[in-house]
């Protein structure tokens, strides 16, 4: 399960929430069918309703008061992996790339990708190094990531000099 949003409070009076979306283009949340909580116990049909200054309007399937809105207030909304579109192939979703092993160009072991940061500029990794069990961020990018191969699930990085010791 990917996490995709999160409800931000009540909108009005008739159940409507605030929902913050977490896809590149926000208004795709309503395009992968049914949220989920995280534990998977609940699902929600999504109809979006509006957009608002950093959230859109939205209603919920079974949601249908300001008080059951309000209760929902933090909620984590995933879908599956699966419910995403083809990508490109140089393009990547985030979660695809959590976990995948690091090399350097000579075959080296450094470690795993832990997180993937946007900070506005780029991409950043996060990389957690096997020798010391810390962690170094990387931007993503060609120059740094020459290779990314989603089948072995491993990266080969040309890191800068300094970054990785």
Known sequence: MVLVGAIA???GVKG???LKSFTSEPEDIASYGPLFTEDGSQSFQVRLSGRLKNALSARLSG???KEQADRMKGMKLFVPREAFPQLPDDEFYHADLIGLSVYDTGGGEIGAVKAVLNHGATDLLEL???ASNET??????RDYVPTVDMVARKLIID???GLIE
């Not at 170094?136 to 990018?141: C, D, G, I, K, S």
């Open 9 to 11: 409070g009540a909108f």
């Open 63 to 65: 949601i249908s008061s």
């Open 128 to 130: 957690r190094l096997t």
């Open 16 to 18: 409507e929430v605030r």
């Open 159 to 161: 890191p800068p000099n």
């Open 136 to 141: 170094a961020l990387l931007p993503f990018t």
